[in-house]
């Protein structure tokens, strides 16, 4: 942490004086804009239906009340939490709980009735200068009433497709901070970060939402050493209130010149946090914490190095089981069997199978450490925490005393968020050595299931290799029984040309194949073959083989051809060409 303590915090002038809107809602004004929502593209993915029995129901057809228990549990570990910033008194820029003034579940079992109770009535007491929202696998009937009570200050519609989709984020963690240029007014006062990433599922905890990809299999169909992960993600919203502090046209592109719009740091604020982790492994904020929220930005950036924390935990998880799954035990150093088991694939491929997943797995998940690690250090540059960034949260004087203390503050946050990002890099780190460690496991696993594969296609030969001898040794007898077996001939029982004629042409049949079965007699048969081929060149007048592999000095000739040359290019070609020659006589 830091040395400041609160009133360091609070010693600038950007701290929010400012009250927030009050708002009330009431039952009826949220049947009525759910009713309006269904047309909406991502209000029919499922993402406002909640299944009862074997139905689906919209959330402009659910009620407040209690229901049962959704059978696959998707909703069972969700939670909330509002929070109150007072801008005077002594609890000034200290969160104050709302969400406990509506009950609270021992059991933190969401109930939807009270988070409506929390939600419809903003700022009632018009103390507040700011206000942070939190759900955790929030229901659809939720989603809708956020919806609603936060449209004025966000685009939800924006932050929600996001949320549930890959477009425009392409399923990775990326800062939306430049909000100077955007199209909307409502853009242009809201920042807000989506992360995307995976986390690994406990599935007798909870299960992911309808839009996030996992395996659906049931368990009865996975391997045993299966790891379930799951897509992950959340939206980190900040919306800025009041009016504009500066407006101004500026060049964007080399032809394109757009409005600029930019909100007072110190403006009132609202915080928007969707979480949607399907592990109930969520970090909340800690009510413990003694540290002030001077304005919106700082209580983003706080916000920020908790989702980032939250980020490092899950992918050092996923680490864990990775590194587990492929680890052989410790067994394997006495179990025959076992070392076996690793070093030969079985039939099934089991350990092709996890190498290939482990290692590409956690490529996936490098990508995404990468673009987490780039959309903070591409976003919040030294410029930012100097409170010199025009259009990100700048100070109107950054240069002088009072810019240099909000800079001291807005470091307590930088030194936390670094750290997070340094623990992201270190896990990256980890994964790529585990990569490493995949792809030795790997190349040991070729190398010996390739012995393996060698040693069967040699005793194959071998077989062939007999079979073939045991023909060739009836190849003779096939052929004198061929011959004395012409009906035209007249053979008597007591000729003795059939017995001589078999012996004759058996014998020395069977030692010309049991010569060649030796080193010796091959290397004779070679020589005779050099000698017939250098007979037949000079009685039909023609030039000698140049063929180094037919020569009577075989060993020499290729001795002399594969000799160090000053070019090895030179070499394999003078080589090459020699073959070529050979091969069409020339």
């Given at each position: 942490?830091s040395?400041?303590d609160?009133?360091?915090l609070?010693?600038?002038?950007l701290?929010?004086t400012?009250?927030?809107?009050k708002?009330?809602?009431?039952e009826q004004?949220?049947?009525?804009h759910?009713?309006?929502l269904d047309?909406?593209?991502?209000a ?7 299944r009862?029995?074997d139905e689906?129901i919209i959330a ?9 228990e ?5 909703y069972k ?7 109150k910033?007072?801008?005077s008194g002594?609890?000034?820029g200290?969160?104050e709980a709302?969400?406990k ?6 059991q933190?079992v969401l109930?939807v ?16 200068v700011g206000?942070i929202t939190?759900?955790q696998e929030?229901p ?8 609603m009570?936060?449209?004025k200050?966000f685009?939800v519609?924006?932050l929600?497709?996001h949320l549930i989709s890959?477009?425009?984020?392409n ?11 955007e199209?909307?007014p409502?853009?242009?006062r809201?920042f807000?970060f989506?992360?995307k990433y995976?986390?690994v599922?406990h599935?007798?905890k909870c299960t992911?939402a309808p839009?996030q990809?996992?395996?659906t299999?049931p368990?009865d169909?996975k ?10 993600s959340s939206?980190l919203?900040?919306?800025?209130g ?9 060049r964007?592109?080399?032809?394109d010149?757009?409005?600029h719009?930019i909100f007072a740091t110190s403006a009132?604020?609202?915080l928007l946090s969707i979480q ?5 492994e969520?970090?909340?904020r ?10 919106g930005p700082?209580a983003f ?9 939250d980020?490092v935990t899950?992918?050092?998880q996923?680490n864990d089981?990775?590194?587990?799954l492929?680890?052989p035990?410790?067994q394997f150093m ?6 076996d088991g ?8 089991s350990y092709?199978r996890r ?7 956690l490529?996936?998940i490098?990508?995404?450490i ?7 250090k ?5 410029e930012?925490?100097?409170g010199?960034h025009?259009?990100?949260?700048a100070?109107?004087s950054p240069d002088l005393?009072?810019?240099?203390d909000?800079?001291r503050?807005?470091?307590?946050l930088?030194?936390e968020?670094?750290r997070?990002v340094?623990?992201?890099?270190t ?8 990569r490493d460690?995949i792809?030795?496991?790997r ?5 010996g299931s ?6 069967r296609a ?5 077989n062939?290799k007999?079979?073939t001898?045991v023909?060739?040794?009836f190849?003779p007898?096939?052929?004198?029984t061929?011959?004395?077996?012409i009906?035209t001939?007249?053979?008597s029982?007591?000729?003795?040309r ?6 004759a042409?058996?014998?020395?049949f069977f ?5 060649l079965?030796t080193?010796?007699g ?13 007979y ?7 030039p000698p083989?140049?063929n180094p592999?037919?020569t009577t000095?075989?060993?020499d000739?290729v001795?002399e051809c594969?000799?160090p040359?000053e070019?090895g290019?030179?070499?394999?070609f003078?080589l090459s ?7 069409h006589?020339?």
């Amino acid at each position: 942490m830091s040395d400041y303590d609160g009133d360091d915090l609070l010693s600038h002038s950007l701290c929010t004086t400012q009250s927030i809107e009050k708002e009330s809602f009431t039952e009826q004004d949220l049947k009525t804009h759910l009713a309006s929502l269904d047309s909406i593209s991502w209000a029919v993915e499922e993402i406002l239906q909640v299944r009862r029995g074997d139905e689906y129901i919209i959330a402009s057809e659910q009620s407040l009340e209690p229901q049962e228990e959704r059978d696959d549990g998707t909703y069972k570990n969700a939670t909330y939490e509002v929070y109150k910033i007072s801008g005077s008194g002594d609890q000034k820029g200290m969160p104050e709980a709302k969400h406990k003034e509506n009950g609270d579940d021992p059991q933190q079992v969401l109930s939807v009735d009270s988070v409506w109770s929390t939600l419809k009535e903003v700022n009632k007491d018009g103390e507040a200068v700011g206000r942070i929202t939190i759900l955790q696998e929030v229901p659809p009937l939720v989603l809708g009433a956020v919806h609603m009570t936060m449209r004025k200050h966000f685009d939800v519609d924006e932050l929600f497709q996001h949320l549930i989709s890959n477009e425009g984020n392409n399923g990775k963690t990326k800062a939306y901070m430049d909000r100077a240029t955007e199209s909307s007014p409502l853009r242009h006062r809201t920042f807000f970060f989506v992360f995307k990433y995976y986390t690994v599922v406990h599935r007798e905890k909870c299960t992911p939402a309808p839009w996030q990809r996992y395996d659906t299999r049931p368990a009865d169909r996975k391997w045993p050493d299966h790891v379930d992960i799951a897509e992950c993600s959340s939206i980190l919203a900040l919306s800025l209130g009041g009016d504009p502090i500066k407006k101004y046209r500026a060049r964007v592109k080399k032809r394109d010149i757009k409005d600029h719009v930019i909100f007072a740091t110190s403006a009132p604020w609202q915080l928007l946090s969707i979480q949607c982790f399907p592990d109930d492994e969520h970090t909340m904020r800690s009510e413990g914490s003694r540290r002030p929220l001077c304005n919106g930005p700082f209580a983003f950036l706080d916000s920020l190095a908790l989702e980032y924390h939250d980020a490092v935990t899950r992918y050092s998880q996923i680490n864990d089981e990775v590194t587990k799954l492929i680890t052989p035990p410790s067994q394997f150093m006495f179990d025959s069997e076992l070392r076996d088991g690793l070093l030969f694939e079985d039939e099934n491929f089991s350990y092709s199978r996890r190498y290939f997943w482990a290692y590409n797995t956690l490529g996936v998940i490098n990508v995404g450490i990468d673009s987490m690690v780039s959309a903070y250090k591409e976003t919040f540059t030294q410029e930012f925490w100097e409170g010199k960034h025009e259009k990100l949260w700048a100070h109107p004087s950054p240069d002088l005393r009072d810019g240099q203390d909000y800079a001291r503050c807005m470091g307590v946050l930088r030194q936390e968020l670094d750290r997070e990002v340094n623990n992201l890099e270190t896990v990256r780190k980890r994964n790529e050595k585990t990569r490493d460690e995949i792809s030795s496991l790997r190349e040991q696993l070729f190398s010996g299931s390739s012995v393996k594969e060698s040693r069967r296609a040699i005793e194959q030969g071998d077989n062939i290799k007999i079979l073939t001898v045991v023909s060739m040794l009836f190849l003779p007898l096939t052929f004198v029984t061929s011959v004395f077996g012409i009906t035209t001939l007249e053979i008597s029982v007591d000729d003795w040309r059939f017995p001589v004629t078999l012996i004759a042409v058996c014998i020395p049949f069977f030692m010309v194949i049991f010569v060649l079965q030796t080193r010796w007699g091959m290397r004779m048969a070679k020589k005779m073959g050099n000698r017939i081929d250098s007979y037949t060149n000079e009685l039909f007048g023609r030039p000698p083989s140049t063929n180094p592999w037919q020569t009577t000095g075989d060993h020499d000739r290729v001795t002399e051809c594969l000799q160090p040359q000053e070019n090895g290019f030179d070499m394999a070609f003078s080589l090459s060409i020699r073959f070529v020659e050979a091969d069409h006589g020339l």
